[in-house]
Every structure is written in structure tokens, then in C-alpha cells.
């Protein structure tokens, strides 16, 4: 019982503590509620976030679901291949929605 339910669910209490301590000034963040939004200062028990220009909110720490992007780490830089263009067609693609009500 104990190795099916109980080991996992402290594993991931731990995991979400240790990424909410770990918060700092730039990481961008997902509330629980699912609000986007950038950590301006964190504080013991308190995270300030800006979500729009100028809009800054404190939310509780426990309140941060995950972080999106940190902002110690720089954004991974991928090297992709030049794709060429597909030529562009005079038709249009079909309409997915139909209409399945009784025409009288």
C-alpha cells in the first residue's frame, strides 16, 4: 500500500516544493488557476507576479503550478533546416462542420 500510494504522492509534494522554493525574479510561471504570468519578486510566502504591463498580483507560493521558463536558463536555441515553402493552391480546403439538423 505504502509503495502504491502513499511513496508517490510525497515524491511529488517534494518535486512541487522544491520547484516553488527555487522560484526567483523572470521565471515565467502557470498558476493553479492557470494564469500566465512573470515573477517580479518572491518573497517567504508570497510571489508577486506581473501578468499584463503594468498589472502586478501577489499569489501564494502553493498557488504556483508550474514554471514555464526560468529565467537563469537561456531559451534552448534548436538549429532547423531551412524548410522550403509549398506552393500555394487556388482551392480551399472543405468545411469541417456540418450541419446534422433536420431540414424541413
Not at 505504502?2 to 517534494?14: D, E, G, S
Not at 504570468?37 to 498557488?63: H, N, Y
Amino acid at each position: 500500500m505504502y509503495f502504491l500510494m502513499i511513496r508517490p504522492q510525497q515524491k511529488r509534494r517534494r518535486e512541487a516544493m522544491e520547484m516553488q522554493n527555487k522560484l526567483g525574479a523572470g521565471d515565467e510561471i502557470v498558476t493553479i488557476g492557470g494564469l500566465h504570468g512573470t515573477v517580479v519578486a518572491a518573497e517567504d510566502d508570497v510571489v508577486t507576479l506581473e501578468i499584463a504591463p503594468d498589472v502586478v498580483v501577489r499569489f501564494a507560493r502553493p498557488a504556483i503550478a508550474r514554471v514555464v521558463t526560468r529565467a537563469a536558463e537561456p531559451a534552448a536555441e534548436t538549429e532547423t533546416e531551412p524548410v522550403a515553402a509549398e506552393p500555394a493552391t487556388a482551392e480551399e480546403p472543405p468545411n469541417p462542420v456540418v450541419d446534422v439538423r433536420k431540414q424541413d
